[in-house]
């Protein structure tokens, strides 16, 4: 029987079948090692066959996938989320603070996978004036980039009316650091939700683990539809997964970050060299964009990180 993952809590899958049936199931052993280099093979969005005494025997292929590498197994890949139609990256500036760095590198892992992503700057109720121009000074940044970004506050509510129109009839995966609000938003997003939320650590102003497992959550009752496999006219769904410290990168060749960085991609065609990796070479355009200010020397930081990613403990430093 054919179905959908909406929830993975690490040994075990719930899956809505195509008769409109929840069933949990497992994964066989054997199926683990098929050439699937992943912490989680199976994923919530993977669309499967599940075969009798609720084993999932197959998966469909994936038109898309959010994928980072896994803390724990440096070898390995862990993937948020597949079949998404967009993402939502929430975004604080402080209480506690966003990396550039580790935004510029969510950015780039769903670029290579063609994943539109929608910037949410959250908990624009609690900046103080610095904050405040910072924050629009970041806005101005991504949005110059290409990407579309949104200043709300999850706790007041304001500006998050504007999000329901850009979830319609879509498969969104949330995404950010812990304590950035994820949940206070999707409680906002669909009220019916009732997830569980967390004060942040005024000690470290770092946030706390409210989400454990990755789950898929419909928005206007999409699960009301028995027949509901993909999100179409019936409202959509949200995918909550549980806030990340850092997003390693995986299987990225170095000669392929580039194409991932919108901006430096446009001005790498001016390079003297075609093989040009933007870091010291003479007549490198991007060079000189970042020194005449086209590029922002965040940006470019972030870039020159992912490049550094061969090493192997790269990815577990706090971006």
Sequence with gaps: MKGLVIKNTGSWYTVLLSDGQLLNCKVKGNFRIKGIRSTNPVAVGDRVTVGEGGWITGIEDRRNYIIRKSINLSKQSHILAANVDQALLVITVSRPETSTTFIDRFLASAEAYRVPVILIFNKSDLLNDDERRYQQMMVTLYETIGYECHAVSAQTGDGVDVLRSRLEGKITLLSGNSGVGKSTLINRLVPSANLRTAEISSAHQAGTHTTTFSEMIPIDGAMDDAHLLTAGE?????????????????????????????????FSSQCRFSNCTHTHEPGCAVLQAVEEHYIAQSRYQSYLSMLDDKDENKYREAF
């Design 234 to 266: 019936h409202g959509g769904w949200l995918i909550d997964t549980p806030g990340i410290k850092g997003f390693g990168t995986f299987d990225m060749e170095r000669e392929e970050i580039t194409s991932y960085f919108r901006e430096i991609f446009k």
